[in-house]
């Protein structure tokens, strides 16, 4: 770790790590009855189809069941979200395009990243990542209006069927806004990947807390960072600033 003494810096509500916990569960069970859903991979006693598999544990209805309870998790738990998102200016970490230090940013992680650099300055979120999780909640979004213009087709005549069937004429059929929402779903598992990879590098190069932030809210530097002041008041801003922050000794 960077030498000097690291001090501790709450960022993340419990809203925000609740809903991350939330959507990773979510998206995972998403992803998983999605591919079977798309492709019914059951095999099981012959002249046994998908639809009745395993005396209807596995069958489609109870697949399709458990993908739409939690496409409904996923909508209600962004309202948690959104909520830390009005609450604590750590729920606030997306990009700032209109800003220098944005830019400065995206320069210095894409050098890190490609390791053409082997260090950068700290910061809270650095701008790739906040690019990156404002990508995630369009492709979320998307997702999630493809899915429910789907869905709701079953009851043309239905309310949901009004609000979002609109979305397959949007996108020329119903048979395109699947495979939308099938590519949708395919970019979010290569985030996923990604995400989990970088999030360990981190952990291990930089030494900041990046994964037990997610638990704890914290996380901790040996220099103030670069973006302190999306969470520090302007009378603030000329110190070591965090929502609190406590100080602890070097460490090699």
Request: aromatic residues 18%; proline residues 4%.
């Amino acid at each position: 770790m960077s030498e000097g003494p690291v001090k501790e810096y709450y960022i993340y509500s419990p809203w925000l790590r609740i809903f991350h916990w939330v959507m990773a569960a979510s998206v995972g069970v998403l992803f998983a009855t999605g591919l079977y859903i798309g492709n019914p991979f059951f095999i099981g006693t012959q002249g046994v189809e998908p639809t009745f598999a395993v005396n209807k544990l596995m069958s489609m209805e109870t697949i399709r069941y458990i993908h739409f309870a939690a496409a409904y998790i996923l909508v209600a738990g962004f309202i948690l979200r959104v909520y830390g998102f009005a609450v604590n200016r750590g729920d606030r970490l997306l990009p700032k395009f209109w800003t220098a230090l944005y830019w400065q940013g995206v320069v210095e992680m894409l050098k890190h990243y490609l390791f053409l650099s082997a260090d950068h300055r700290p910061y809270l979120r650095n701008s790739l990542a906040r690019s990156a999780y404002l990508g995630v909640y369009v492709l979320l979004f998307l997702e999630a209006v493809t899915g429910f213009a789907m869905y709701f087709m079953v009851d043309p005549n239905g309310f949901g069927a009004k609000l979002f069937g609109p979305v397959n004429g949007l996108f020329g059929g119903e048979y395109t806004v699947h495979l939308v929402h099938h590519y949708v779903a395919w970019l979010l598992a290569i985030f996923v990947i990604v995400h989990v990879y970088l999030v360990i590098r981190a952990d291990f190069m930089e030494r900041e807390g990046e994964a037990s932030s997610m638990f704890s809210g914290v996380k901790f530097f040996a220099h103030k960072p670069a973006d302190i002041g999306d969470i520090a008041d302007d009378s603030d801003k000329q110190t070591d600033y965090g929502t609190r922050h406590r100080q602890y000794p070097a460490q090699g």
